[in-house]
């Protein structure tokens, strides 16, 4: 009998096992980068937006609130490069309990209509920043949740 050359089924479907098996590994990890790099995204618009806060505070002796639904000039509402490719929209306002002038409060939401819809953080959820540096998220981290999700 005479064998020609090339592979056997059970040698395709041997390495199509292996394949398989890597790539169930190797998934779930590459799913938590990309979550964790989009969340750092929504943790540096953040920072951006606090600075152009006190930048405008030092000058003006307020902040200023704005969201997508009341955009400011010069103010970014989103996340990215783009609303449409962020992770999260912002809003800035005033913190609980205290005046516009005296304390901002920004917040990072995830997913929602005006941005990226379909991304979703339930590690760490919502992400916020004080103008008093309180820095706080709503995932279901517990009570560590801020120190876990914020470096």
């Not at 199509?16 to 979550?35: D, M, V």
């Not at 953040?46 to 307020?62: F, V």
Request: glycine residues 10%; aromatic residues 6%.
């Amino acid at each position: 009998m005479c064998r020609s050359p090339g592979f056997t089924l059970i040698e395709t479907m041997v390495v199509l096992l292996i394949l398989s098996i890597l790539a169930a590994i190797a998934y779930p990890g590459y799913t938590g980068h990309l979550a964790k790099m989009r969340r750092i995204e929504g943790q540096v618009a953040l920072i951006d937006a606090m600075q152009q806060q006190e930048r405008h505070h030092s000058l003006h002796h307020t902040y200023v609130a704005y969201s997508a639904a009341e955009p400011l000039d010069g103010q970014r509402w989103w996340s990215g490069s783009r609303a449409a490719d962020s992770a999260y929209e912002l809003e800035a306002r005033a913190c609980p309990g205290n005046a516009l002038r005296d304390c901002v409060e920004l917040v990072a939401t995830p997913g929602t209509a005006n941005v990226d819809a379909g991304y979703r953080d339930s590690e760490c959820g919502t992400l916020s920043m004080r103008s008093s540096g309180e820095q706080g998220a709503s995932g279901s981290g517990g009570d560590n949740n801020a120190a876990r999700c914020w470096p």
